[in-house]
């Protein structure tokens, strides 16, 4: 407080930040970089533990005694689903209503802005069916969900069958203090998008979904069931929701305390567990899995059906069944008592979950870095640019507001264009390449615009409006970071560099190569590449372009299909943000 | 509520009518070969019932008929008078001189439409007295005396309270014969010479709640309302000042045993004798739903109303889900339900009786009933006509040989499909966030032709902030503007929301309430220590004046008398229902109670040291102050500048 109100220290302090800038905002970077490396090593991650009393101690026993029938009802379904060639909903109506539930359809129909190719549908026509398990003696107040989608082909039929068989034998236990909603969902994110909207009559999106006959109160968790073979070797959790969100770590933990107790090998982002903390290759290992997690977050898509349960503050997660070429197999009845005891501890619940983090990384499925830890990291990054701001010349004539407002509106309309996409084209490849061209013409404008209005720019002016930038950049990087960490994280990464080293004064022609290639545009491209990598599936150029195109494609239904708010933060925030640098590096 | 009291007014009434007839002979052939198919089906019960048939051969070849009198089946005051007029007369026996009090008890089964079973207690003491008139009364014989004093003590006119484990699935069950809301419900009207209502009602919550080992003292003004329209009195008397009224429900009381117990101990017998042996509760709460209530309302006691008496109904509704324990075997026995059989009647009850309800089995080709009776009889239930086999506790002969009941059915068909009852309500919160919200009341009319009023009752508490101009009622896609709207504004801490409204259902169609609102934000203190559960809302009351499914049945005019079934008549055109709603689970923005340490001490450093220093350094402006010198440093100063060299 002192050093900072007594004006002679003062200037001292900031000549000597002037002085040591470079050299402060490199060493940050690298403590940054460094910090974030290290969360992924074993000793600084804290291990998981269940904070919900309610589900901690108590015993329960899983008795789930009937996978092969599980399994046959699966075949009985997919023979149903190949005769309808779609959802086969009488045949599910009828078997949910043999069983003892509640059965209810909804229908829903939804026109894509343009073909998605990945999945090849337009127009999307379907049906959901659920049923309840009413619990005796509840109020309707509260429910749980069980889903498991009905995909096209030969995929899934395993998890409905294991679905109804779970409803069978649920029905005749008498411990539900909850109701039980078993929901098959066709289309499935977008089946699920409307079957969510049709249950809290909200409509965000624009779909058309006709309203349900029924409910159980507020859901407490849900759970999405993906399966595909009759035995599996490991069970997968999918975390990763909607923008980045993730459910309550307890969930997480009640998967692996479940996977523990009944012996059933258990892996986050397709990684198993390994022991071997302080070797080289167990901690690449754990780096893998965290950065897997952090990219899977930055994408802010929905990973599962789960994903999009999390936006009405449902703790939800999707447990996918993995068969590989492991000797160890684990059966439908395993499974199912696996689900049984999660579902008993979830119906144990006396409130929401909320004891544990809502916000953390797992380098592990035993193992979770939480937000007090992996924000310094991201600090560290934000410290650079605060000195950048209190570095700037304290002393400024004002250079007009419209030299540096002309390039912010400017820059704002860019992105304005590239986020509403109002082209008349309905081919895929047409949107994503106008989206490119819009991106790459607004390269072209401001070293042409603001000559034009302002006259020749001063030494001022730039000053002015790189301060404005790195304010700019400051706040939206922070507020990204509060939201979804791994996305502001990976911008900050790129972005950081930017606003440090850009003045007009630097070589032209290099640091216009270098500006774009840490644009948001090649940062994605990158994170592709990344992503592939980690994936151990590497690919060509060729093919990570075309990934690249989907990519895109992908983000931009997602955002008009459920919301997702990833792409307007890039094309209306972000991408004007790093034009401001581009206009810098060109003031004349 | 008064439909359920007519309808079993006129079941009593069958009680001791003597007079009974042989049913046409293709009934009765029918009949018979059902029998014999249960023998076939079941020997070990077939040699449970040949002591019966072996007693009375010549009555189990034609099924009696007890005579019956429908009564009418409207809430109307009048009504009510009429009815109950009769009851005194027939209940009691010409022979036996007719006592000051009166007890009857009796048991309704009805297999219902899902493959549950719903058995109904109903024990009604009647007592001719006055608790009003200045004597004290002292002397109790059947009427409990706890129940008399708060009576007395409170004036009271009319007490209804009901403790239900559970939700009435309207969509698989029907309608019940005694409606009631999850949770606690209480209403009362207070005699007209009560002043001080409020206090009289607190105290009276807090001494039910010690009667009834229920959390009633809960109830305070912040629950409390005084519906203008929907709870009418159900005894005589007409008053309709609603300020006597007082109506609350605690929508997150659970009921268990320590509930049943004071509620058994409140009737003439205990669970000694009788029906109530029946209520044994780890079976009773093993159940789908449980409900119990006690009803208390001065009736008329003759013809022409000269005196009151006082009726205390207490009545006990379970579902017993038949998909739970026997997987398989679909059958149900008295035991299995209640892990008792019956031996004897409660030797202070004047009638005791068991009905079943087998008017969706006229053939026996759903269900099956042994040992079978040959007394049937008929009532308007709920609007629709129903026929009941009984068995009179009090004849011996009820209990054969073996000296004791035990009712068993068996069923035939697979479970039904859904029902579509002619009025169900719905209700769900919608939206998401934690900062507002929509409550969704839909009220489906599901009568093919006919519209209907419907009164609406809401009670909300108050940090659910409506906005009431955000108010919609809608049909068919249409506005349906309500011809009637009571709405009592709330206030913060002091009293709910009430809304009341009287809404014309069209026919066919389903009716949307919505109206938005805001979560309000609590004082810390007044969390409940499980927030992140979520506050409850009581159920919304639905009660309506329903058109008969009797009416609208077109079939019936073949078998009446032409000139008979031109007009509907009116005590089959409609009945009352009173139809709850489920209650709500609505999240409140909650702070985060597990870490006030980690919260304090965030703050704290934010505000001291971050907030604090920049609002210094942005608000104050610094400059160096050249320190003013001393006095012989000016005077050399001076000097030095008449001599012409720079100043020190």
């Known amino acids: 407080m002192g050093l900072l109100s007594d004006p002679n220290r003062r200037r001292a302090l900031i000549s000597l930040l002037t002085r040591l800038n470079a050299p402060i905002c490199v060493v940050c970077y690298m403590a940054g970089v460094a910090w974030f490396m290290g969360l992924a090593f074993e000793p600084f991650t804290l291990r998981t533990y269940m904070s919900e009393n309610a589900m901690g101690s108590t015993m329960v026993e899983e008795r789930f005694p009937a996978g092969e029938r599980a399994l046959a009802t699966g075949r009985e379904f997919s023979a149903h689903k190949k005769k309808v060639g779609g959802m086969p909903v009488d045949w599910l109506v009828k078997t949910m209503q043999a069983r003892g539930l509640e059965v209810f359809t909804q229908r829903f129909s939804r026109t894509l802005p343009f073909p998605d190719e990945n999945k090849e549908r337009y127009l999307v026509k379907g049906t959901n069916v659920y049923g ?454 060109f003031w004349k | 509520m008064a439909a359920h009291r007519c309808s079993y007014s006129a079941l009593l009434l069958i009680i001791c009518s003597l007079s009974m007839f042989i049913v046409a002979d293709s009934q009765e052939t029918t009949l018979t070969g059902d029998n014999h198919a249960t023998e076939l089906d079941n020997p070990q019960t077939a040699t449970e019932t040949a002591g019966q048939m072996a007693e009375q051969p010549a009555v189990e070849e034609r099924r009696l008929w007890e005579a019956t009198e429908v009564e009418e089946a409207t809430p109307d005051d009048a009504d009510t008078d009429k009815q109950d007029t009769s009851t005194p007369e027939t209940a009691v026996p010409s022979s036996v001189p007719q006592p000051k009090d009166d007890f009857q008890e009796e048991l309704v089964i009805r297999p219902l439409h899902s493959g549950d079973i719903y058995a109904s207690f109903q024990f009604r003491t009647l007592w001719e007295t006055d608790f009003m008139r200045g004597n004290k009364v002292s002397h109790y014989r059947l009427f409990p005396k706890s129940l008399g004093q708060v009576i007395s003590k409170f004036s009271v006119r009319e007490l209804h309270i009901s403790f239900t484990q559970g939700y009435w699935r309207t969509m698989q069950w029907g309608q019940p014969f005694l409606p009631s809301p999850p949770g606690a419900e209480l209403w009362v009207w207070f005699q007209d010479s009560v002043t001080d209502v409020d206090g009289t009602w607190k105290e009276l919550t ?80 093993h159940s789908s739903f449980h409900s119990q209530a006690v009803h208390i309302r001065p009736v008329c006691q003759d013809w022409q109303c000269k005196t009151t008496s006082w009726e205390l109904r207490q009545t006990l509704n379970v579902v017993f889900d038949l998909h739970t324990p026997g997987q398989g075997k679909r059958e149900w026995s008295l035991f299995k339900m209640f892990s008792r059989t019956l031996t004897e009647a409660c030797p202070l009850a004047s009638s005791s009786k068991i009905y079943i309800d087998i008017t969706d089995n006229p053939q026996g080709e759903q269900f099956e009933v042994s040992p079978a009776t040959p007394l049937l009889s008929q009532a308007m239930v709920l609007g629709d006509r129903r026929t009941f086999s009984v068995y009179d506790l009090t004849q011996q002969i009820t209990f054969g040989t073996v000296r004791s009941l035990n009712l068993l059915i068996r069923w035939k068909s697979s479970e039904g499909d859904m029902l579509r009852p002619l009025l169900h309500g719905e209700r769900y919160v919608a939206g998401y966030g934690l900062q507002t919200g929509e409550i969704h009341t839909l009220m489906y009319n599901n009568h093919p032709y006919r519209s209907f009023p419907v009164l609406l009752l809401d009670s909300v508490p108050w940090y659910l902030r409506l906005y009431i101009h955000t108010l919609t009622v809608a049909s068919k896609g249409k506005d349906n503007k309500p011809s009637y709207i009571h709405y009592q504004p709330s ?158």
């Open chain 1, 132 to 585: 309840i398990l009413r619990a005796p003696r509840a109020p309707r107040t509260e429910a749980l969900v069980l889903s498991a989608p009905c995909t096209p082909g030969d995929n899934n039929n395993q998890a409905v069958g294991l679905l109804l068989g779970l409803a069978q034998y649920f029905r005749n236990q008498v411990y539900w203090a909850k109701d039980i909603i078993f929901l098959v969902n066709e289309h499935d994110l977008i089946g699920m998008q409307a079957w969510l909207e049709g249950y809290h009559h909200t409509n965000t999106t624009g779909m058309d979904w006709s309203p349900l006959q029924g409910r159980g109160g507020s859901i407490q968790a849900a759970l999405s069931l993906e399966l595909s073979s009759d035995v599996i070797t490991s069970l997968d959790l999918v975390l990763e929701g909607l923008n980045g969100q993730l459910p309550n770590l307890d969930l997480a933990n009640l998967f692996y305390a479940f996977c523990q107790k009944i012996g059933v090998l258990c892996t986050i982002q397709g990684k198993l567990q390994r022991n071997d903390w302080d070797s080289v290759s167990g901690y690449s290992h754990s780096v893998q899995t965290m950065m897997l997690m952090v990219m899977k977050q930055a994408s802010g898509r929905p990973w599962g059906d789960h994903g999009l349960f999390l936006r009405y503050h449902i703790e939800a997660a999707t447990i996918k069944g993995i068969n590989s070429f492991r000797q160890y197999k684990s059966d439908t009845t395993t499974i199912g008592r696996l689900l049984e005891g999660m579902y008993r501890k979830l119906n144990n619940l006396l409130e929401r979950l909320h004891q544990s983090y809502f916000f953390y990384l797992m380098p592990s499925l035993s193992h979770f870095v939480s937000i007090g830890y992996y924000m310094p990291a991201f600090g560290l990054l934000a410290v650079i640019l605060l000195t950048l701001i209190k570095s700037a010349p304290s002393q400024m004539s004002s250079p007009g507001v419209l030299s540096v407002l002309t390039p912010l509106v400017i820059s704002h309309l860019t992105g304005v264009e590239v986020a509403v996409e109002h082209f008349p084209v309905s081919e895929t490849e047409a949107v994503v390449l106008t989206a490119i061209a819009i991106y790459t013409a607004g390269l072209a404008l401001p070293h042409n615009t603001h000559r034009l209005l302002s006259g020749e720019g001063t030494e001022q002016g730039w000053k002015v409006l790189k301060l404005v930038a790195v304010l700019y950049l400051a706040v939206l990087l922070g507020c990204t970071a509060l939201i979804n960490f791994s996305l502001g994280f990976i911008l900050a990464l790129t972005l950081v560099p930017v606003a440090a080293f850009v003045t007009p004064h630097v070589p032209k022609i290099l640091s216009a190569f270098i500006l774009v290639i840490l644009s948001p545009a090649c940062t994605l491209l990158f994170s592709v590449f990344f992503f592939q990598e980690l994936q151990e599936m590497p690919v060509s150029f060729i093919d990570g372009w075309m990934l690249f195109l989907s990519v895109i494609s992908q983000g931009i239904l997602d955002h008009s299909l459920y919301g997702s708010l990833v792409y307007p933060l890039i094309a209306l925030l972000v991408y004007p943000c790093w034009l401001l640098f581009w206009n810098i590096l």
């Open chain 2, 206 to 285: 807090n001494v039910l709640s010690g009667i009834f080992c229920a959390s009633l003292n809960f109830i305070d003004s912040t629950n409390t309302v005084q519906p203008s329209a929907s709870f009418k009195p159900l005894g005589i008397g007409n008053v309709t000042d609603h300020s006597f009224l007082r109506y609350a429900t605690l929508p997150r009381e659970i009921v268990c045993t320590e509930n049943l117990t004071p509620w058994k101990k409140l009737l003439p017998c205990g669970s000694k004798a009788g029906l109530a042996v029946l209520l044994k509760s780890e079976k009773l709460f």
């Open chain 2, 491 to 648: 206030k913060d801490r002091v009293r709910p929301h009430l809304l009341e409204m009287l809404v014309q259902l069209p026919p066919n169609s389903v009716t949307e309430v919505t109206v938005q609102f805001e979560r309000a934000l609590l004082k810390w203190t007044e969390y409940t220590p499980d927030p992140n559960h979520g506050f409850y809302v009581g159920s919304s009351v639905i009660s309506s004046l329903v058109p008969s499914i009797v009416a609208m049945d077109t079939n019936s005019t073949r078998e009446q008398p032409l000139f008979s079934s031109f007009f509907p008549c009116k005590e089959e055109s409609s009945y009352f229902v009173r139809v709850y709603t489920e209650p709500l689970l609505v999240n409140l923005p909650t702070p985060d109670f597990s870490m006030p340490y980690n919260v304090i001490c965030l703050t704290c450093t934010v505000v001291a040291v971050g907030y604090g220093s920049l609002y210094n350094l942005l608000t104050r402006s610094f400059q160096i102050d050249e320190p003013s010198p001393g006095l012989a440093k000016r005077i050399a100063n001076i000097i030095r500048k008449m001599r012409g060299v720079p100043p020190l």
